[in-house]
């Protein structure tokens, strides 16, 4: 009994050291496993980590790059870019897809600390608000015939506004890109967006109609259409900034020739101690006892020294949009100016400014209507332009008051006009105003109501510079317009409306003109590689 007993647990005991030892087995197995699957669950998330720094690092490539974006860095060597981060290295690399019409990549290879890398792209588009024309103020900034441009007008380059577009008969938007803001495009029967040879890119967050090729009754071209439109706002002219410009009008008073540091050829002959209010004469160099007239033509006492400066003798200046005082150019001469003998073109000068190739800042000869112009000139009021004219130089006047241009105003092109001469010297007028820009001269039939895209660069314009306006800028008859037209809403009255913007304008675009130094960068397709 006791041995049956004995012979019992022993073989228990058996059974319980194999199940002992099984557990222990399964165990031994499941801790292996566990700490094989932490092991690699552990160096996955180290190289996720990894991966991610690298990640990190190259995105920060992109998002240093756009952040102080311009489109001279492709050819100023600043690509490749190379830079770290504490996450890794990266370099960055860009090309323009499309030369000309400013849609650019930036690709990041970035290294992290372990040696992963990572590639990331961006694609966008990058345009100098004055490579455009622009209408960017209220729900529908384009306003023309019911609200549609109307017959043989023509808007070529760049254009952005806010609302419906309606593209009417005989009218036509080409080069683009074209931006429409919070609302439709539509194209009558003989309209044209685009054209066969030149597809227009298209931005609208509203309609837009179907390629569909018309043949000589118009047509639509898109290459691209994309629902994604930024919401550019325009850049307001602050009453600092009209103080700021103000003063450097008056600043810029001190030798009355050519205009600021980098455009000036002759030293200080005038002033004493470049003080502006010293002059004594105002008599050009060795012109003898003959004195010049201000553009200014109030009396000594209430004019202001500084002749570049258009306002209160104390130098003040009104609020915004309110100036006082006005300026006419046109059927009065006033300053002086040398021969001249350059690209394209040779004149003599006034007989009293002995210095060749030299002119006084603001001055304008009104035997042959010609506008002299460097640097900024400011008018506390209201500016007319009273006649047809031509300018020489590069300058901008800017106005606090209403703008009226009642004549042609453009570059110096020649006896038989040609816009090659003004652009070969860099000749640019700018006009700047927180209040309205009315274009009241008419030209007839500018484009003889031919659309194709290079009868209209090569036009004769009927104003040409770089032009903003806070409000509206209206355009009372027929007119082509070429360079930049920045605004608050554009307006037309008429048919044959064109403006046909200039792509040599920004490298010699004068001062003091709202987002002189603003691009606008809009994001587009981002891709991990």
Known sequence: MLSSLARRVRGDDGVALITVMGVIAVMTVLAVGSYAVASQSLHETRRVEE???????????????????????????????????PDGTYTVTAEELDPGFGEYRLTAVATGKDGSQETVSQQFYYMNLWKMNFAGTGDQTLISGSGGLRGTSNIVGPFYMKGNLAIAANMAVLEGPLFVKGGSISVSSSGQLGAPDMFIRVFCDGD???????????????????????????????????????????????????????????????????????????????SGAWTRAYADSRPSDERNACYKFIGAADGTISAKGQGPTPLHIGNRTFGSWGSLTTTGTSFPGDGHYTLSNSHDDFAYDDENNRLYIEGTVFVDGPVYFDEDMTYVGNGTIVCNGPIYVNGMVRPYGGSVYSNTVGEQNGWALGLATPADLVIATADNNPLGGNSDLETARQAAPTIAGAFYAEGVVNFQHNVLMRGSVIAGRID??????????????????????????QGLLMPGLWTRL
């Open 51 to 85: 991966e991610s720094k690298a990640f990190r690092a190259a995105d920060s490539g992109l998002e240093r790059v756009l952040s102080a974006f311009d489109e001279t860095a492709l050819s100023d060597g600043t690509f490749p870019l190379v830079g770290a981060t």
């Open 208 to 286: 837009v109609p179907a390629n569909n090729n018309k043949g000589n009754a118009g047509g639509v071209y898109i290459s691209t259409a994309t629902r994604s439109v930024p919401d550019i706002t325009l850049p307001a002219i602050s009453q600092e900034q009209l103080e700021q410009w103000a003063t450097k009008a008056q600043s810029e008073s001190i030798d009355n020739i050519m205009g600021p540091p980098d455009r000036s050829t002759v030293t200080n002959l005038e002033s004493v101690g470049g003080d502006p209010n010293t002059y004594a004469t105002m008599q050009p160099p060795s």
């Open 492 to 517: 037309s009255d008429h048919p044959n409306m064109c403006l046909v913007t200039n792509p040599l304008l920004p490298t010699y675009l004068p001062q003091s003109l709202p987002g002189v130094d």
